[in-house]
């Protein structure tokens, strides 16, 4: 029996979700580009934020809050099912996309905000990918620099005072 998922109506989680066999299916700017596609077409179907993420070769991180009354797992079923539909159509397979079900879990106090903000904005550059996060263009800093507002919501006032460059747009970097 599989361990029952938390839910807590309006509550922010860290949803992460391995792709099956670790395989990396996220690797090219394309299918990253595929994914936060279908986050966004996600978003115009419920109701919820997302304020940080990041998209690595073989999973994804995302900082999301439903809406009162929305359904943690059903966006996430939405997303990954949509996804997982569209990259085996594009690829010419069948079967799972994904490895086990999608990991989440309630970010319960702004010392875990912090650290898992913080934490999602240094994974490419904990995986070698990049030298700066700031960098990383599947992200949700480059994406609150350039000032993109179709996947993250945009930081909050006091998230913008202690993670400083998610507030300073720049333009020139798009």
Not at 1 to 25: P, S, W
Not at 60 to 83: C, D, N, T, Y
Request: hydrophobic share 45%; with cysteine; proline share 2%.
């Amino acid at each position: 029996m599989r361990k029952r998922r938390i839910l807590e109506d309006g509550a922010l989680y860290h949803v992460t979700a391995r792709a099956n066999r670790k395989e990396m299916i996220l690797d090219t700017v394309l299918m990253k580009d595929l994914f936060l596609d279908v986050v966004k077409r996600a978003k115009a179907k419920y109701n919820f934020r997302v304020e940080n993420f990041c998209i690595m070769g073989n999973h994804f991180h995302l900082m999301l809050r439903p809406a009162k009354g929305e359904s943690l797992s059903s966006i996430m079923q939405w997303i990954l099912s949509v996804f997982a539909m569209a990259y085996n159509r594009m690829k010419k397979l069948t079967g799972h996309v994904w490895g086990c079900r999608f990991f989440s879990r309630i970010v319960a106090c702004l010392l875990e905000f912090l650290e898992i903000y913080a934490y999602i904005d240094e994974n490419p550059v904990k995986a070698n990918q990049v030298g700066n996060p700031r960098d990383w263009r599947h992200g949700g800093l480059w994406h609150d620099r350039t000032g993109l507002r179709d996947v993250i919501d945009g930081a909050a006032a006091f998230v913008r005072m202690v993670f400083p460059e998610h507030g300073q747009l720049l333009l020139g970097e798009r």
